[in-house]
């Protein structure tokens, strides 16, 4: 078992808002404002930052990366919509899903709406984008940042996703679907305590996960589909993903790892530390379950 660094150690991440503006902007403006840019990371040493340095991220292009210590919570930046403070593990299901512009695509379990709001920046704002969650409050909360992100391709509902009709015709160009469901959120290194994991708790969201991927893959015109958690446990990933693959031999699973060289066992859990949402303290996790927790970032596609 390797330890990931605390949360101390966590690089903090910015996801540029390309509706607002763009990264060149972005970092002249931190520029100006006193934020020492490194450029390009190249190495994963590179995203060890002090003070008040910042790279643009190994992968992610409207990615920058900062300090653990930095915080952007009353910068004039975030709040006018032009970054949006989202880990890496949170851009990653809309950057894999990639819907192009103009095309119509569901965030089925929406709020609050990080993921919405850079699939509408995927998307540039053209075409449609409906977004459903069952939480009223949470989707109220969505609203305020899609118009504080200068989202407008939206279409938010509050609905049970699992009710929603795939034969309706204003979902019949649906091709596009990213699922995020509810999990345990086991993979968030705030949560320390995740080697006592209730199992009746664990079948019973891995059963709602499974029915959620069984739905989704009923809109009639559907191309790919992104199914992701900030779980850690099996469970909720491999064997949801197997359980929907057995039952809809239709659909093929592409590997979305993002080519790394993974040096040591460390190097691999700090990447996989902005996979993950993660802030504050720290847990443990092996380098293999790591490695296959990434890859449950899986989507599938119609072959
Ligand atoms: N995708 C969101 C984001 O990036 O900001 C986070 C989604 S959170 C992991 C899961 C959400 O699913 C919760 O907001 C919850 O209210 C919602 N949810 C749970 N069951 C649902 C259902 N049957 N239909 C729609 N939303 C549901």
Redo the contacts with the bound molecule.
Sequence with gaps: EAQLPSGEQLPRYVRVNTLKTTVEDVVDYLKRDGYTYQGQAVRLDDLTLKGKSFVKDLFLPELLVFSSKTDFHDHFLYKAGHIILQDKA?CLPAYLLKPPSGSHVI??????????SHLAAIMKNKGKLFA????AK?LATMSTLLLRAGVTCQQLAH????KVNPDSPQYKDVEYV?L????SGSGMVCLQDRSSADQTRLASLAA?QLR?LNHAVRFPRLKRLVYST?SIHSQENEEVITAFLQQNSSFRRMSTVPKVTLAGGLEVCRILNGMWQVSGAHGTVSTTRAVEAMQTYADAGLT
């Design positions: 949170s965030d089925a379990c929406a709020a609050p709406g990080n993921k919405t459903f969650d069952l939480d949470r609905q049970d996703f699992l990213l995020d469901p509810s999990c709602f959620c900030c």
